[in-house]
């Protein structure tokens, strides 16, 4: 069964500081992988989505990172800004077929402080 | 732009109650899912529906039911309202079947059973 975590479960940074999340899955033999964002009291934004062929993903200061083999996921966040505080989320996608079936980490809390 | 929208938003309801939870998408997707998402447990897949009048168990199905009756709606209920059953529920809805496309995620309706 495939399980994914989010190290750590919280993160403060000052203003400024890039952000660098983690996000692991025990099964490599994955489709994609999913970053999101959740805000408080709202539902997920898609923030990148990595193909398995792919090793990273690019959307201005968002940077994605897949390494298969070793099931493992980076978020770069560059320039970290108080409007970056949110709760960041990686899902993966065992394959393509019967629908977008996600197994979700259990997220990475983060604050940038001004 | 709409996108997805879940209602009701919040509700409160005592053991033993049903209700049913309404997802409606605009976007012309194909496949919908309903997620629940509990604290240190991440989002956990309920159902899913790969098309109109299809639905399929996820990793926690018990206590529910689904129907996909029109392509842009997919309803959730609990017929006999429990305590665990307690959560935030997400619907969210795909437009590729190889999931090359994210998932788009509503609001969520935060239920509450007493």
């Known amino acids: 069964k495939q399980e994914v975590t989010q190290i750590p479960a919280a993160l403060s940074v000052p203003e400024g500081e890039n952000l660098v999340l983690n996000c692991s899955f025990t099964?490599?033999?994955?489709?994609?992988l999913q970053w999101f964002r959740q805000d408080p009291g709202k539902g997920l934004t898609s923030l990148l989505l990595?193909?398995?062929?792919?090793r990273e993903q690019t959307s201005g200061r968002l940077n994605a990172s897949l390494d298969k083999s070793s099931g493992r996921s980076t978020l770069y966040i560059a320039a970290s800004q108080p409007g970056d505080s949110a709760t960041y989320l990686c899902?993966?996608?065992?394959?393509?077929?019967?629908?977008?079936?996600?197994?979700f980490g259990g997220g990475t809390r983060v604050l940038v402080k001004p | 732009n709409a996108g997805v929208t879940q209602t009701p938003k919040f509700r409160v309801l005592k053991t033993g109650q049903s209700m049913t939870l309404l997802c409606a998408q605009d976007?012309?997707?194909?496949?919908m899912y309903w997620y629940r998402q509990d604290p240190g447990m991440g989002l956990r897949l309920i159902h899913y529906?790969?098309?109109?009048?299809?639905?399929a168990k996820g990793e926690v199905p018990d206590g529910y039911n689904v129907s996909r009756l029109k392509k842009q709606n997919f309803l959730l209920g609990l017929e006999s309202a429990a305590p665990s059953q307690t959560s935030v529920y997400f619907c969210?809805?795909?437009?590729?079947?190889?999931?090359?496309?994210?998932?788009?995620f509503g609001d969520g309706t935060r239920l509450s059973i007493l």
């Open positions: 969210a809805s795909s437009y590729s079947a190889t999931g090359r496309q994210p998932q788009h």
């Open positions: 099964d490599s033999a994955i489709y994609n």
């Open positions: 990595i193909q398995s062929s792919q």
């Open positions: 899902a993966v996608n065992p394959n393509g077929a019967a629908g977008n079936k996600l197994t």
């Open positions: 976007m012309n997707h194909e496949y």
């Open positions: 529906s790969v098309g109109e009048g299809t639905t």
